[in-house]
């Protein structure tokens, strides 16, 4: 709700909203062109996947490598099994929510009784477009 300490919503406000929205896209673009620049350069000096750091006048830019490892379920789960290391697998218990909901639309499953299960998530987006009058 509005009161009246607030900014009113205004066609300037729009046009500026809509300018900086634009810019910064083309920002992002030049930061993204520079940034492969940039990784191209210290891939040259220092090898791919490689960290690194170079000054150039009063500028320094250092590269890190940051990484993260992540087992392939299936295969990780078949591994445990086939080592019988049953005990280092997890069994989570979660609900097929495409199947509830499926179960729902056919009546087979009262919706009402799922009434205090649903979690709504919203989010909230602003577009702003230049008409052509």
Known sequence: M??????????????????????????????NQIKKQIHSYLDEQFGEEEKGEVKIGKYKVQRTIRSSIKYDDEKTIQKLEDL?????????????????????KLDLVNEDEFSGCKKEKRSRAITVKELSL
């Open 2 to 31: 509005a009161n009246s300490n607030e900014e009113k919503l205004t066609e300037e406000l729009l046009k500026k909203y809509y300018d900086l929205s634009t810019e910064k896209k083309e920002i992002e673009k030049d930061l």
């Open 84 to 104: 019988n290391l049953e005990d280092f697998i997890l069994q989570v218990k979660l609900p097929d929510t495409e199947k509830l909901e499926s179960a729902m």
